[in-house]
């Protein structure tokens, strides 16, 4: 006989699921911090030539890849992605969905 496995849905933030503070902007950064890992990545861009693209120190470039992104805004990264030749677009609308509170998506 098998054992049912038990588990508990997420609500698709990891960061507030586990009760961080700044759930939100934890999540913003990081989804931030993946599409400047993939641009790295299809471009054979190494660390510490990323890092003299954004004005930082190689090691910061280490840390914020492995997820210690904090010392960097959300502002910062986007930056980081206008280095790599990105168009960063800030949209602000009307909340219209019943079912959900209002909140921040990257794309």
């Known amino acids: 006989m098998t054992a049912a496995i ?55 470039i280490s840390k914020m890849l492995r997820g210690d992104f904090r010392q960097f805004s959300v502002e910062r ?7 790599l030749g990105q168009d960063v677009e800030i949209i602000i609308k009307p909340h219209r969905g019943k079912s959900a509170a209002p909140a921040m998506h990257v794309l």
Not at 25 to 50: N, S, T, Y
Not at 77 to 83: C, S
Request: no cysteine; glycine share 10%; net charge positive.
């Open 6 to 60: 038990e588990f508990e849905n997420g609500s698709g933030n990891v960061f507030a699921d586990i009760g961080l503070p700044h759930a939100d902007e934890h999540l913003i950064k990081a989804k931030l911090v993946f599409k400047i890992d993939r641009l790295m990545k299809e471009r054979g861009l190494k660390q510490a030539q990323a890092a003299g693209l954004f004005g930082v120190k190689q090691p910061d």
């Open 77 to 83: 990264l986007m930056r980081f992605l206008v280095a």
